[in-house]
């Protein structure tokens, strides 16, 4: 299955330090509140100098930094400072505390599944092939546009800023991704 996903589709809530935008959850029918979800793909704005993060048990976390610096404090574990497109992985269980003002991604993973973030910096009118030749129905993969414009080249598909792409169900693909401008893109791959 090939999915767009608008921006205007997302859903905000607020949080102690900011607010955060769930962009996908899988299954679509599951709900972060009721933690209930396998996987969750999300966006938050940190707009306190000193933020909480909220506990997750049993949650696996990667975060990746989109605007701002941000130094993460994950009591007895570590401690790490990140900037733009850099990332991090925790455990929701462990006492995390931020400080900076920031904007990131999140991708939350219960023990039935793993995960990982990858950025593609994409330049204007250049194209990319991303092929995945045996893709079983345990993997999932969601494309988020942070900034730019990108064709893809299924179905002639247009993303535009904040705009994300899904894909799972499909045994191999091939997509080509054209810039339209400068574009910023975050792949999060998950297997179930």
């Known amino acids: 299955m ?6 205007k589709s997302y859903k905000t809530a607020k949080w102690s330090g900011g607010t955060t935008t769930e962009l996908y959850i899988f299954p679509e029918d ?13 966006s938050a704005k940190i707009e306190t100098e000193k933020s909480v993060f909220t506990k997750l048990p049993n949650i696996s976390r990667k975060i990746m ?24 992985s925790f455990s929701g269980d462990w006492e ?20 990982d973030l990858e950025h593609i910096r994409l330049l204007k009118n250049k194209s990319q092939l991303f092929k995945i030749d045996n893709l ?27 705009d994300s792409f899904v894909i ?5 693909f091939s997509l080509i991704f054209t810039a339209k401008q400068d574009s910023h893109l975050i792949i999060s791959k998950v297997v179930l």
């Open 96 to 115: 995390t505390i931020s400080f900076g003002k920031a904007k990131d991604f999140n991708l939350m993973t219960t023990s039935d599944c793993t995960g």
């Open 30 to 42: 599951s709900s972060y509140s009721k933690r209930d979800f396998l996987f969750r793909i999300s």
């Open 65 to 88: 930094l989109l605007e701002g610096h941000l130094k993460l404090e994950h009591k007895n574990h570590h401690q790490c400072v990140l900037n733009q497109f850099s990332k991090d």
């Open 136 to 162: 079983s129905k345990n993997k999932i993969y969601h494309f988020y546009l942070y900034d730019g414009k990108l064709e893809i080249s299924k179905d002639n598909i247009l993303l535009e800023e904040n």
């Open 2 to 7: 090939f999915r767009k996903i608008t921006e």
């Open 168 to 172: 799972y169900n499909e045994p191999k």
